[in-house]
């Protein structure tokens, strides 16, 4: 069944703790960022998910991707803290855009948006079928200060496969062959990656390159936002 989102108050109210209805009737709390958000647009944003890129919790495997479970709600409802979080709104929330931060060694937020429209986050990801954005590398990169990707593939999207045991839930993998076999680079959410030294590397937010001589592995605090 199709869930809608009905805040309880006006747009102009400010950011903080909402509940909201499914269709069905049954509530279930959220945090609405009201304000604008740079580069994504006007609020109101439903938070759905706070990543640690320095923990496991959102690795690729990690079941919190394929399942309907809140994880650390009062941590989700602070808002803008970098605790972890996974809030009901990842499989009840509709929307139209996606909005997806990272906080890098410049202790800002850097923000890009996702026009797609879906039922929940939960729908894209959790059958693990791939779907294609088109954000554009640069627009990716722009996420992470003196991010580095591998000059070919480039595919995005969610659930991408870049070859190689190499898979990401939300963003993009680039390969230095001119193919998506092999890819030994990313930038996203729930990321796992086989370098061109064979070894497996896993990152939950942020940028991996890993290939040759070269490794780089740069962990970020990630937010995602629907609206």
């Not at 890129?53 to 808002?79: I, M, R």
């Not at 595919?155 to 939300?170: A, V």
Request: glycine share 8%.
């Amino acid at each position: 069944m199709a869930m809608i989102r009905a805040f309880l108050q006006p747009r102009s109210s400010p950011s903080g703790i909402y509940s909201l209805r499914t269709t069905s009737g049954s509530s279930y709390r959220v945090y609405c960022h009201m304000a604008e958000i740079s580069e994504c647009g006007k609020g109101a944003w439903t938070l759905v998910l706070k990543v640690d890129g320095e923990k496991d919790t959102f690795h690729y495997n990690s079941s919190y991707w394929a399942d309907k479970k809140v994880f650390n709600e009062d941590d989700g409802l602070e808002g803008m803290s970098e605790k972890e979080t996974k809030l009901a709104s990842y499989w009840n929330t509709p929307f139209t855009k996606i909005c997806l931060g990272m906080k890098d060694k410049s202790d800002s937020v850097k923000w890009i948006v996702i026009k797609h429209k879906a039922n929940s986050l939960f729908e894209l990801i959790a059958n693990g079928e791939f779907i294609e954005t088109k954000v554009g590398e640069n627009q990716w990169k722009s996420l992470i200060t003196d991010s580095e990707l591998q000059p070919y593939c480039n595919k995005e999207g969610f659930n991408i496969d870049g070859g190689h045991q190499t898979y990401l839930r939300i963003g993009l993998v680039a390969n230095n062959n001119n193919d998506c076999k092999s890819c030994n680079s990313c930038i996203g959410f729930g990321a796992s990656v086989r370098g061109c030294n064979n070894q497996l590397r896993s990152i939950a937010c942020g940028n991996i390159y890993d290939c040759r001589q070269t490794y780089r592995s740069t962990p970020n605090s990630g937010y995602i936002y629907v609206q």
